[in-house]
C-alpha cells in the first residue's frame, strides 16, 4: 500500500487526496531514476482505483481479493506492457487501444501501465495519443519513464505528471533496517549506511 513508498511522500499525498475525494485523473505521467518507486507506484494506483473503500474513511481496502488479484499480477483489468520491448504501433494498437474500448470485466477501472514508455516510437505515441485525449471512462493510464524529455510534449500535456526524486540516505538507511529487523537479522549501522551509500537514491 502506500505506507510502503518510501521518500515520495509528494506523490503518496496528493494521489491519497485524490482517491479519498474520488478525483483521480484519466491519466498519469510518472517520471524520475531508476528504482524509486515509480511501477510499485502504479500498481497501488491500480489497487486503489479498484478495491472497495472503507465507508468511514474512502480509502481503498488493500486486503481485498481484487489487491491480492493485482499483486500476484493475475488481474485481467490491470494491463503492464513494458514499452521497451514493445515500441511499435501494432503493438500499441493491439494492446492498448483496442483493448481499452472494452470494459473491464471484473474491476471498475481498466488499468494500463506503460513501463519505460519513452522507447515507444513516432507512430505508437501519435496512435496512443487519441485515446489518452479521449479515454473512455472506464480506462486508466499510468505511464513510467526515467527518460522525461524524449516524452512528447502532446502526450505530457494529457497527463497529471508526478516527478519522483531519488531517495535520500538517512531514509534507505532506515528503510533496510526496519527490513533486516522483520526478518529478524542484526546489521551493523555503518554496513546499513555503506549500502544506502553505494545505492544512489
Known amino acids: 500500500d502506500f505506507d510502503r513508498v518510501i521518500g515520495q511522500e509528494h506523490v503518496v499525498q496528493t494521489l491519497q487526496n485524490q482517491i479519498k475525494n474520488n478525483t483521480l485523473a484519466h491519466a498519469y505521467l510518472f517520471a524520475g531514476p531508476r528504482g524509486v518507486g515509480k511501477t510499485t507506484t502504479a500498481r497501488i494506483l491500480a489497487k486503489a482505483a479498484n478495491c472497495p473503500r472503507d465507508p468511514d474513511t474512502n480509502m481503498p481496502d488493500f486486503e481485498s481479493a481484487i ?34 474500448q472494452f470494459k473491464p470485466t471484473m474491476c471498475p477501472k481498466k488499468v494500463f501501465i506503460i513501463d519505460e514508455v ?32 524524449k516524452v512528447p510534449a502532446t502526450i505530457i500535456s494529457r497527463c497529471q505528471r508526478f516527478i519522483f526524486k531519488r531517495v535520500q540516505v538517512p531514509t534507505i538507511q532506515e528503510h533496510l533496517d526496519s527490513i533486516a529487523k522483520a526478518e529478524g537479522v542484526t546489521v551493523e549501522e555503518t554496513i546499513l549506511q555503506r549500502i544506502a551509500r553505494k545505492s544512489d537514491g
Not at 499483486?71 to 483496442?98: L, Q, Y
Open 67 to 100: 489487491a491480492k488479484e493485482i499483486n500476484e499480477s493475475r488481474c485481467i483489468d490491470v494491463i503492464e506492457i513494458d514499452a521497451a520491448s514493445h515500441t511499435g504501433v501494432d503493438n500499441v494498437r493491439e494492446n492498448i487501444i483496442e483493448n481499452a
Open 118 to 149: 519513452h522507447m515507444l516510437s513516432t507512430a505508437a505515441f501519435n496512435a496512443l495519443l487519441k485515446t489518452i485525449e479521449e479515454p473512455p471512462a472506464h480506462v486508466l493510464f499510468v505511464l513510467a519513464t526515467t527518460e522525461l524529455h
